[in-house]
């Protein structure tokens, strides 16, 4: 089926650097989003892309649909510790009969204060 | 509502047991997603609800899982004899009409089962 990677599983970063993490896939998509999950709670979303080569950016969080369809970077600047938590990337499809989405597994992220 | 709620939030119950999880999406959502999450994993696919029917249901992984919406809002998912690795959490998510151009889901905060 199709699967989303990501890695590495877990990343550990000092408070203020900034961070980047990728998603990629073997299959073409035409939307891709980024989720942040906490412990207890659901995931939420970050940011929705749309279109390839967008670059969208939401606070201090900047993610870009690649060009190939078929990854996305998510960039996290000048991480501060409310960032800890498990980032998922997700993609599907924006219209039409398949709407769900493939989540990835996740990167657990660390900020060391 | 606000968000979206479920119910109950823990459940455990013995291998065998019969057990029902409950979704209330988001007002005015007419799309309703369930998903499990396993320990370090992500959320996978169970099934997706577009008003009461079940628009593609090939994430349940055998004939002991089950989902209703019956009046297009609430929803059920019902899983009989449960065995041990049925433990997950059990995510429910709902959406405005995918047509709308876009898979934004909002997810509950999730039903936790432990089968022991």
């Known amino acids: 089926g199709q699967q989303l990677n990501q890695s590495p599983q877990s990343m550990f970063i000092q408070e203020g650097e900034d961070v980047s993490m990728n998603c990629t896939s073997s299959?073409?998509?035409?939307?891709w989003l980024w989720y942040k999950q906490d412990p207890g709670e659901g995931p939420v979303l970050l940011i929705a892309?749309?279109?390839?080569?967008e670059l969208t950016s939401n606070g201090r969080l900047t993610a870009q649909f690649g060009i190939t369809r078929k990854d996305s970077f998510l960039n996290i600047s000048a991480s501060i510790p409310s960032d800890v938590g498990i980032y998922f990337c997700?993609?599907?499809?924006?219209?039409?009969?398949?709407?769900?989405?493939?989540f990835g597994k996740g990167i657990t992220l660390s900020v060391r204060p | 509502g606000a968000g979206v709620s479920q119910t109950p939030s823990n459940k455990v119950t013995e291998k065998g047991k019969y057990v029902e999880l409950r979704c209330d999406p988001i007002?005015?959502?007419?799309?309703l997603y369930w998903y499990r999450q396993s320990l370090g994993q992500g959320p996978e696919f169970l099934i997706y609800?577009?008003?009461?029917?079940?628009?593609?249901d090939s994430g349940l992984p055998n004939d002991r899982f089950f989902a209703v919406r019956p009046e297009g809002s609430v929803s059920t998912l019902k899983i009989q004899r449960t065995e041990r690795g049925d433990s997950a959490v059990y995510l429910c998510?709902?959406?405005?009409?995918?047509?709308?151009?876009?898979?934004?889901?909002?997810f509950g905060a999730g039903s936790r089962l432990t089968v022991l």
């Open positions: 998510a709902s959406s405005k009409r995918p047509s709308s151009g876009a898979n934004v889901l909002t």
């Open positions: 892309l749309y279109k390839a080569g």
């Open positions: 299959s073409i998509f035409n939307t």
């Open positions: 609800f577009q008003g009461t029917g079940a628009a593609d």
């Open positions: 007002s005015g959502h007419t799309a």
């Open positions: 997700a993609a599907g499809y924006s219209n039409g009969a398949n709407s769900k989405l493939t």
